[in-house]
């Protein structure tokens, strides 16, 4: 065997590629970090889930918060610039806010792990050293949804009462109905069908203080 050849069986396992495995190593991560918590997981339990070698961990990811980044980069970047390129008006803001809270419950329904992670880590213990990466996701994924509810505004198409909150208000109680939501249903794998696109759109009317047809 060459040891160029050598070299690669150590960094891999024999037969996949490099985007392979960094798929491996992300998937390991968030099964390990949800199971775990953050904190009390090791690069040596991601490596050993894994089926690889150090080495190869730290060639995709130097460090435990780098792959945590890199997890949220893969799972939550794709979606949140395509919904910051949005700029809503007067006939699409609902629509969007609807189809916003549906790809919401679609990503949770996609893989109930990413959610886990993100509760568990934004409304347990502190975690200090990926506590920015988790404020600016919030932070990117609030503005989104106050930029829809400021066009709702400015077409005067909120009821009054809902509306003396002002788009950050409205914005806060969108994302805790939408969020608690995920929170509930994607702790059991059998519930994780409720989140349905008419579970969004009845979120959506309540937020807004309509009555229900």
Request: aromatic share 6%; net charge neutral.
């Amino acid at each position: 065997m060459s040891s160029g050849s050598q070299r690669r069986r150590q960094g891999r396992p024999a037969g996949t590629t490099a985007a392979e495995t960094e798929r491996r190593i992300l998937d390991a991560a968030l099964t390990a970090f949800t199971a775990r918590g953050y904190d009390a997981t090791g690069t040596r339990d991601i490596v050993a889930a894994a089926g690889i070698t150090p080495p190869t961990l730290y060639h995709h990811c130097r460090t435990k918060r780098d792959l945590f980044a890199r997890l949220l980069t893969a799972t939550c970047e794709e979606p949140l610039n395509a919904w910051e390129r949005v700029q809503p008006n007067a006939s699409d803001w609902r629509q969007l806010l609807t189809q916003f809270a549906e790809e919401s419950f679609a990503l949770a329904r996609a893989d109930a792990r990413l959610p886990r992670l993100l509760f568990q880590s934004t409304f347990g213990p502190p975690l200090p050293e990926v506590a920015d990466l988790l404020a600016e996701l919030a932070s990117r994924r609030f503005a989104i949804v106050a930029r829809l509810m400021r066009a709702g505004l400015e077409a005067k198409a909120i009821p009054p009462w809902p509306a003396a909150g002002g788009a950050d208000g409205l914005t806060l109680a969108f994302c805790c109905l939408v969020d608690q939501h995920i929170n509930v249903l994607c702790r059991d794998d059998a519930t994780l069908a409720l989140l349905t696109n008419d579970l969004a759109t009845w979120l959506v009317g309540l937020c807004l203080g309509e009555p229900p047809t």
